[in-house]
């Protein structure tokens, strides 16, 4: 079959799931987007195709998470904590039906700004390329450094660093003895549900049980749905006003520019600058509201092309994070060597299939979340229970674990997902961290410490 046909069907299979993943509401990106892109580098997709599926998927996962937060006042997922005061605030004066379409048109405009301004920036850095392979491993330990010190852990984060590269290679070691070869996919499997595992260790625990025990079901209250448009498909730039769309294209532009901050970071920071100039409150709210969505598109599209396309090597908090399949996925996709979608793509392709990938998602996860807002919320609140999801990610997880290694890669996963989740819980070891420390293990093992 066709690369390009290949590329739009997986690109839509993308846009739906994720549409509707994106309702749920504390949907981890991490933990969703990095089991079904490995599900799709290890079918055999063309690297083109596997691509314009994670675009797709990640703009129409970050479309809809705008829908549990506005109406509901829960985060859609991470990236959309910072937004949650401006959302109640709209929530509080009945107006969250506002709140959500100014923050889903300013997510569409950021996503089409981020790829070509990404894509170009990306270009002028793949200068520097062979220097970042060839150091990669003291890079990601200097970054584990770096991110743990402005993570909510700090100094654990830190502290821990040797010590979980320790019990990282000891795994491999492990692992390595008994299958002949060491494992890659099961690690970070391990720590991209780390969080999650957690949880269902907590709730099996009679004493941890209390820590997540609800006493009663959450109630919330939805406005009703008003539609200000005619047909289908609203125009972005007809929602916001000409102020919010500037405002939109100037912080969507800048964020594109950068690769190694926080995708949180950057939203609370833009929004916030921006809303600090507005007078006003319901103005200000619409306003940072906009801006956050579209910088939350921005920097997650910049976040994953930079690094891919410059060096080949995970190197941004989304690359080790969701985008960690399109850098390391053995055997079809490695960082060492290097050979994933940074050699098997050129720019071009990037551009063209990025956009597939964005254009897709637009026209499936946009409207619907215009239009279909209320009622896909109730459908959920009524009919999808989350810990199904849950148990759904923790089989997929399973079923390519063993896939890598058969029981001893599951166990591994789950190995890694337990000693990940409790630090991350407890100590506030962020997963971005604990990827970096992954990657930098071996040369933390051999050369500061000789082993």
Known sequence: MDVLLISI??????????????????????????????????????????????????????????????????????????????????????????????????????????????????VFLSQFGEFFQENAGIIFTLAAV????????RWASIILIIPLALVIQGLNLVSTTILGTGLSISFFLGIAIGPMFTDILLASSASGRLMIQRQQPNEYKLAPEKKSWSGYFPNPFKVLTKKQAGSVGGTSFLSSLTFALSPVGMTALMGELIGSRVKGQYKKSTTSLSTMNGVTESTYIAETIIPLVAFGIPLSPVAIGPAQALFNAPPVFTTEPVHNLHTLMEPLDFLLYGLIGIIVAAIIAYPFSMNFARKATVLVLKHINQEAIIAMFIGVVTLLAFYEGGLVSVTVTFAMAMVGGLLNRFLGVGIGVQFMIFYGSNWIVTTLLGM
């Open 146 to 153: 770096l991110i743990g010190y402005f993570s909510k852990g």
């Open 9 to 122: 069907l997986l690109a839509i299979v993308a846009g739906i799931i994720f549409t509707a993943i994106g309702l749920i509401s504390g949907s981890d990106e991490t933990a969703v987007l990095v089991p079904a892109t490995l599900i799709v580098v290890l079918l055999g997709a063309p690297p083109e195709a596997v691509f314009a599926f994670f675009m797709s998927a990640v703009l129409s996962k970050h479309l809809t998470h705008a829908i549990p937060t506005a109406l509901m006042g829960v985060p859609g997922d991470t990236t959309a904590t910072p937004m949650l005061d401006h959302a109640n605030f709209m929530r509080r004066i009945g107006l969250p039906h506002i709140a959500l379409r100014k923050m889903i048109s300013g997510g569409i405009i950021g996503a089409f700004i981020a790829l070509p301004v990404s894509l170009a920036f990306a």
